[in-house]
C-alpha cells in the first residue's frame, strides 16, 4: 500500500525558511516522478514543483521560481522542498503528491499535507 | 495557462439524488482531465483520469464524460460518503492547472 507523509511544515516569518520533507513506501520511489501542490487556506489547488524519478528534470511554478528548490533522497525515499524568502502568499497546506505517468500526469496518491504559516 | 472553470461552486443535494458538476477549459485539452474528490484534513483522491475512465477500488456511481473544452461528473446516486468537495484537473498542457473546486453538501 502507497503511503506519502509529509513533514516540516510550521510557522515562519516573512523571508524566513523552511524545509518539508515526504516520506514514500509502498512503492518504487526511484521510478516515479514526485509533484509538490499547495492549498491556501479556503482556497483551491495549486501545483509548485515536480521532479523526475531520478531528480535530472525539475519544474516550478512562476511564483516559486528561484526562491523553493525540489529535491529527492531516492536512497531514503524521501521527497524535499526547500522554500527560501517565503511570503505571506507563501502560506498554505502542502501536499506531496505520486505522478500516475509520466509526462504531463495526473497523480494517483496523496499525503495528508503538511502547513506552513508565513506571518510575523 | 490552462485555465479551468467549474460549476457550480457549492452545490447542495440529498442522499439517492443524481449530481453532476461541469468543469471548462479555456481551451481544448483532448480528454486529458482527472476528476478528485477531497475530504477536510485530506489529500484529493483521485477518481476518474482521461476524462472518464475510472480509478481502480472508485464506485461505479462515478462518471464522467466530456471533450474538447467542456467535461462532466456525474454521481448517480448520492451517498452519504460522497459529500466532500471535487476539484477537476488539466494535464494536456504545462503548468498543471485545477479547477477552484466544488463544494457538494448535504441539504
Known amino acids: 500500500e502507497v503511503h506519502l507523509v509529509e513533514s516540516g511544515g510550521g510557522l515562519v516569518q516573512p523571508g524566513g525558511s523552511l524545509r518539508l520533507s515526504c516520506s514514500a513506501s509502498?512503492?518504487?520511489?526511484?521510478?516515479?516522478?514526485m509533484t509538490w501542490v499547495r492549498q491556501a487556506p479556503g482556497k483551491g489547488l495549486e501545483w509548485v514543483s515536480a521532479i523526475s524519478g531520478s531528480g535530472n528534470s525539475i519544474y516550478y511554478t512562476a511564483s516559486v521560481k528561484g526562491r523553493f528548490t525540489v529535491s529527492r533522497d531516492n536512497s531514503k525515499n524521501t521527497l524535499y522542498l526547500q522554500m527560501n524568502s517565503l511570503r505571506a502568499e507563501d502560506t498554505a497546506l502542502y501536499f506531496c503528491?505520486?505522478?500516475?505517468?509520466?509526462?504531463?500526469?495526473?497523480?494517483?496518491?496523496w499525503g495528508q499535507g503538511t502547513r506552513v504559516t508565513v506571518s510575523s | 495557462d490552462i485555465q479551468m472553470t467549474q460549476s457550480p461552486s457549492s452545490l447542495s443535494a440529498s442522499v439517492g439524488d443524481r449530481v453532476t458538476i461541469t468543469c471548462r477549459a479555456s481551451?481544448?485539452?483532448?480528454?486529458?482531465l482527472a476528476w478528485y474528490q477531497q475530504k477536510p484534513g485530506r489529500g484529493p483522491k483521485l477518481l476518474l483520469d482521461?476524462?472518464?475512465r475510472l480509478e481502480s477500488g472508485v464506485p461505479s456511481r462515478f462518471s464522467g464524460s466530456g471533450s474538447g473544452t467542456d467535461y462532466t461528473l456525474t454521481v448517480s446516486s448520492l451517498q452519504p460518503e460522497d459529500f466532500a468537495t471535487y476539484y477537476c484537473q488539466q494535464h494536456y498542457s504545462a503548468p498543471i492547472t485545477f479547477g477552484q473546486g466544488t463544494r457538494l453538501e448535504i441539504k
Open positions: 503528491a505520486k505522478n500516475k505517468m509520466d509526462g504531463l500526469p495526473s497523480y494517483e496518491y
Open positions: 481551451q481544448g485539452i483532448s480528454n486529458s
Open positions: 482521461t476524462a472518464s
Open positions: 509502498g512503492f518504487i520511489f526511484s521510478s516515479f516522478a
